[in-house]
């Protein structure tokens, strides 16, 4: 059996860091969870048992810790990454769970070196369109991929190499993840197809019922449980896509160009029996995702 880790430090414990960290506690009793956030932060999760113990000092929150995971918004990575590469021990794990890949892990090649900490990307694909430690759950990466990002030069199947990640592995797995590996670019492209395109697209249908709704509340007031359900996406705010979008607009780009161009395929068969094939193909893909969980 691979030992688990000893002393996980987790910076930024809201809805991402501090599912981890009640996984964490939940399914890995013996590891020692530490946590970094503002001080409020930290007493909510200290208050839910999310963590052992609690700093707002970045220093004191990684000293000793054999594996590091960074659950904070990309920007914010990106900033903290650097000084995380220089505070953590030498024989530390460091991973990330930023929703965009490239960015991070460009600075990540130009700040750990080869003697110090590993360093592997990550994204695990679960969520909730509310953010924040309140809304943190121990089974949130139960049944989800999580994405782990292969070193530049690898085969996009290249599977890092080191005991630190096989445990990770093991870790993330064990609490009910399924690791797929894959590289930085191809994770941004695939991400902005899953992920980022349906939040948008969530944003644009809520803007065009509002922008229809007249004074005597139609048609809002008419909907059921399907739009509520199609503008579920609609309710996380920008704060939390601000940066995942400016990181992938290249990619964003070329989807919104092809939901357009669907969207004017959809017009042009509305009087036609085409509309029944766009249908059934429509249906067999929700199959298959249906059939995913």
């Known amino acids: 059996m691979t030992a688990s880790f000893r002393r996980i430090a987790i910076l930024g414990t809201g809805l991402i860091g501090g599912s981890f960290a009640l996984a964490l506690r939940k399914h890995s009793p013996d590891t020692l969870v530490i946590g970094w956030d503002k001080g409020h932060v930290l007493r909510h999760a200290l208050e839910r048992g999310a963590i052992h113990e609690g700093f707002p000092e970045l220093s004191l929150a990684v000293a000793g810790a054999d594996l ?14 650097p000084e995380v590469a220089r505070l953590a021990s030498p024989d530390a794990l460091v991973s990330d769970a930023s929703s965009t890949k490239r960015s991070v892990c460009d600075v990540a090649l130009e700040s750990f070196g080869p003697e110090g900490a590993q360093f592997l990307g990550g994204h695990p694909m679960a969520g909730k369109e509310i953010s924040g430690i309140a809304s943190a759950d121990p089974e949130l990466f139960r049944g989800s991929k999580y994405a782990l990002i292969s070193a530049p030069g690898e085969h996009a199947s290249g599977k890092a190499e080191g005991a630190s990640v096989a445990k990770f592995v093991k870790l993330i797995e064990k609490l009910g993840a399924e690791p797929i590996w894959m590289d930085a670019e191809m994770h941004d492209r695939a991400a902005a197809i899953v992920s980022h ?38 309710g996380s705010p920008y704060s939390v896509w601000r940066d995942i979008i400016l990181t992938n607009s290249d990619n964003l780009d070329r989807a919104l160009d092809q939901l357009i161009q669907s969207l004017e395929r959809l017009r042009g068969e509305l009087r036609t029996r085409a509309l029944e094939e766009q249908f059934a193909a429509a249906g067999e893909l929700y199959k298959i995702l249906r059939d995913m969980e």
């Open 68 to 81: 590091i995971y960074v659950a904070l918004p990309v920007g914010q990575t990106i900033e903290i990454l």
């Open 197 to 234: 395109l349906p939040q948008l697209l969530a944003v644009a249908l809520a803007g065009v019922v509002r922008d229809q709704t007249d004074e005597t509340g139609l048609p809002v007031t008419l909907a059921g449980r399907g739009l509520r359900d199609a503008l579920r996406l609609a």
